[in-house]
């Protein structure tokens, strides 16, 4: 039987799941999806907000990051909002980082009148959204992570590719050189940050071995840092896939989405009536 990529086969769960799409910032018009099961009747259901990737230069809940897990969870009877944020090189640093700062205090201050509960809110993000998510964590905004493929060093130029990353971040993210404004690279650096803020909740690390744009070895640097300056479990999976993958590859976008939810019942209650689905259903 063929399978077919999750963006195509989740392409219709918006749809499906969608209770709410909101503007949460009276600055900007970052919208937000709340996502949520149609006959849920929970109160204080735990709450995922899920930060999309694309460089920090697209930042829209549609591109169809992240809606398996959503899927996945809302059948659980978790609350899932998507959000929009502003991107480079019209807004620059730290401009995402603040509207993922106000998604997470709307969602403090009005995700119970959807049913979720407050004081359970995990940021989870792809690529840039992963970096998004660990940073909110490290600033102790959220009450767990989980980073998919994420970047977390904002500052090593040890490598040809990592000589081009540090200059497009300099020239399209930041819009500052490092070498004469290192604290706003450091303040974007989940290496460097964790490393004078500990972490103090639960964390999960979802990476590729095959990653070619965000290397296997800094993912593998970061999680030795950051297990040495946590306070709460690091939970780490290796994946014999490349970047993207929860796009593109229905097997292991599969093998991710249960490990995750697996990691979040561990540490947040679960309103599912059976425990976790016994697998990973695609297009229905």
Not at 18 to 32: K, P
Not at 55 to 76: E, N
Not at 117 to 143: E, F, K, R, W
Request: negative net charge; proline residues 6%.
């Amino acid at each position: 039987m063929i399978q077919l990529p999750p963006h195509l086969a989740y392409l219709d769960k918006r749809r499906q799941h969608l209770h709410h799409s909101l503007r949460y910032s009276a600055s900007g018009w970052e919208y937000m999806d709340v996502w949520k099961d149609k006959s849920q009747t929970h109160e204080d259901a735990p709450v995922l907000l899920w930060i999309p990737g694309g460089g920090w230069a697209v930042g829209s809940r549609w591109t169809m990051q992240g809606h398996a897990l959503m899927d996945y969870l809302v059948k659980m009877g978790w609350i899932c909002l998507s959000i929009d944020y502003r991107t480079a090189p019209l807004n620059r640093w730290p401009a995402p980082l603040e509207d993922v700062e106000a998604a997470i205090g709307w969602a403090r201050r009005n995700v119970g009148y959807y049913g979720g509960n407050p004081d359970h809110i995990v940021a989870c993000g792809a690529s840039a959204g992963g970096h998004l998510a660990t940073l909110a964590g490290i600033a102790g905004l959220v009450d767990g992570v989980v980073s998919l493929y994420g970047s977390y060093d904002w500052k090593d130029r040890s490598t040809p590719w990592r000589q081009f990353f540090m200059t497009y971040l300099e020239a399209f993210v930041v819009g500052k050189r490092s070498s004469a404004n290192p604290e706003a690279f450091i303040s974007g650096s989940p290496m460097e940050q964790v490393k004078r803020n500990p972490m103090r909740v639960p964390t999960m690390m979802v990476h590729g071995t095959r990653d070619n744009l965000i290397p296997i070895d800094e993912a593998r640097r970061f999680h030795s840092v950051l297990s040495e300056f946590s306070e709460e479990e690091v939970r780490y999976l290796e994946l014999p896939v490349g970047h993207g993958f929860d796009l593109s590859d229905p097997v292991y976008c599969k093998v991710a989405v249960k490990a995750i939810a697996e990691f979040l019942t561990d540490h947040l209650c679960s309103f599912a009536d059976d425990g976790l689905p016994s697998d990973v259903s695609q297009g229905t």
